[in-house]
């Protein structure tokens, strides 16, 4: 099957060029056993586009939306980029009150919603949301608008212009716009298939929500290369792996909390059963990775995880690529992929290689800027450089590690500690199944750590066990945990981050 050069085109563009190139291939099969090829998709797109133009939407229109990783979803997205409408994917577990902050500060005209889903009525928590504005509800449930394609006003191509509105997971506070454009979006696939190489003979999970930044750039790769989505509404970890090694899944992603799962699957399994027996990577990101994830999947599939780098702002900034060596693989986040420039900068000064201070990028994947054009300030720096966040070392090879968020450092007696070297160390005890460090305020020091524990087996580890392991791998003793808790599920947020203020909350955290 051909590749698609993607260069300056907008994703409507490769919808037209992938469906004339290669019609009658597969390009989704999901859980219910629908198919749709690229000749289906193209005018399911149509049609749905001019369904809703018949309701209004047009042309910069602001469209908001929320739907499960489904057909219809994909089909969505394509309808609006054909209109040229400005489109907002909404995560799912967003409830009225982020709903409402979204649809008012974007301007929304339009809001797209299913009807239940995962047990939740969608439709009066968008009446709620939309009271008193004047935004019309669509419900997806789970069919779109139809109508005549002949209908349709000519398209505009409009590659650098925003298209696109991805609100943060608003782990902190109100959720943040950041605006997009195809052309960062492209770009974000760009880097994604340096990284993976991704062909029409690959079978990609999509088992998290395609309203995800994440789960568009999948929707350029598909178009650009063949390869077929494997698309999941609702990840389960006892059934999703089996459906997805059934399916002949290669790309097995999306990240640590759905490598865990995979690999627990596995385990629970004969010693001579392959689960995922066509896998070929475990791709993906959004949270840190244990340091010996790589070798127990090497071990229990002989595949390697690809993981990465990004946020919401800028996606998919640093990617493993797969003929790097398996320590790097195992212990970084990648390099910087082709287009992508990186600085670390600690008190305003650049660091050295191994020396730990804040990322900041450039390239064509980051965001024009936020909705809020008063967060702009904060977010680039005096130069332009995109500010991420996150602290991070990158090495003499150039290879990125992530090593915690400026907000996800413990102080104690003012003594800085990084929670992931605390959370590394754990992660290789054998009573440990799962772990997250967090601070909890303290008269004494400030800040005390805190390590949320999810037992590995049936007996927890003992505070003394804990230290005694920290202590053993030298671990500096300011930095060993004053408290452990136990839970049975760590918070996540849709990418598998750790909603760490959900815990500071639970835990300790006084205001």
């Known amino acids: 099957m051909v590749t698609i050069d993607t260069r300056g085109k907008t994703l409507w563009q490769l919808v037209e060029e992938r469906a004339e190139a290669s019609p009658d291939a ?3 099969l999901d859980e219910a056993g629908r198919t749709m090829t690229f000749a289906d998709y193209h005018l399911r797109c149509l049609r749905a586009a001019a369904g809703l133009a018949a309701l209004g939407v047009r042309e910069g229109s602001n469209v908001s939306w929320i739907l499960p990783s489904r057909f219809e979803a994909l ?17 799912p577990i967003y409830r009225q009150r982020e709903v409402r902050f979204i649809l008012e500060q974007s301007a929304c005209t339009t809001l797209i919603v299913p009807g239940t889903f995962r047990g939740f009525d969608y439709p009066p928590m968008a009446d709620e949301a939309t009271a008193g504005l004047d935004v019309q509800i669509v419900i997806a449930g789970p069919d779109l608008p139809g109508g005549d394609p002949a209908s349709l006003a000519v398209y505009r191509p409009a590659f650098d212009e925003m298209r696109w509105l991805f609100y943060s997971s608003g782990t902190t506070a109100d959720p943040k716009g950041a605006k997009h454009t195809d052309r960062s979006l492209s770009a974000a696939n760009d880097g994604m298939q340096w990284s993976m190489q991704v062909t029409d003979a690959d079978r990609a999970a999509v088992v998290f929500p395609v309203t995800h930044v994440g789960g568009l750039v999948w929707l350029f790769n598909t178009l650009q290369t063949g390869v077929e989505l494997l698309m999941v509404e609702t990840f389960n970890p006892l059934e999703t792996p089996a459906w997805l090694g059934h399916n002949g899944c290669t790309c097995a992603g999306a990240g640590t909390v759905f490598w865990m799962a995979y690999l627990a699957a596995q385990r629970r399994l004969p010693p001579h059963e392959r689960l995922l027996p066509d896998v070929r990577i475990f791709n993906g990101g959004g949270a840190p990775k244990p340091t010996t994830l790589h070798a127990e999947m090497i071990e229990a599939f002989g595949a390697p995880l690809i993981g990465g780098w990004g946020l919401t702002e800028s996606p998919i900034n640093t990617m493993v690529h797969v003929d790097d060596p398996d320590d790097k693989k195992a212990t970084t986040d990648g390099r910087p992929c082709p287009g992508v420039s990186l600085r670390v900068v600690i008190n305003s ?158 835990f300790g955290e006084t205001s």
């Not at 064509?364 to 054009?373: E, I, R």
């Not at 754990?426 to 967090?438: M, S, T």
């Not at 601070?439 to 400030?446: E, L, W």
């Open 349 to 506: 000064h650049e660091c050295e290689p191994g020396e730990e201070g804040e990322l900041r990028v450039k390239g064509p994947q980051v965001c024009l800027g936020y909705l809020d054009a008063s967060l702009d300030a904060d977010a680039f720096d005096d130069l332009g450089w995109f500010r991420t966040g996150d602290l991070g070392v990158v090495d003499r090879d150039g290879f990125v590690s992530i090593t915690g968020r400026l907000k996800d450092i413990i102080i104690r007696k003012g003594e800085n500690i990084s929670a992931k070297e605390i959370e590394d160390l754990l992660h290789g005890h054998p009573k440990v199944a799962d772990v997250a460090i967090i601070g909890v305020p303290d008269d004494a020091s400030g800040e005390r750590a805190c390590a949320v524990v999810i037992t590995a087996g049936d007996t927890p580890i003992t505070f003394d066990e804990m230290t005694e392991h920290l202590l053993r791998a030298n671990l500096s003793k300011h930095k060993v945990p004053e408290q452990l808790e136990f839970v049975d599920a760590l918070p996540r947020n849709p990418t598998g981050k750790v909603l760490k203020k959900d815990l500071r909350v639970q």
């Open 26 to 28: 597969r390009m989704a």
């Open 75 to 91: 089909v969505l997205c394509g309808a609006l980029a054909r209109l040229g409408a400005v489109q907002n994917p909404i995560l």
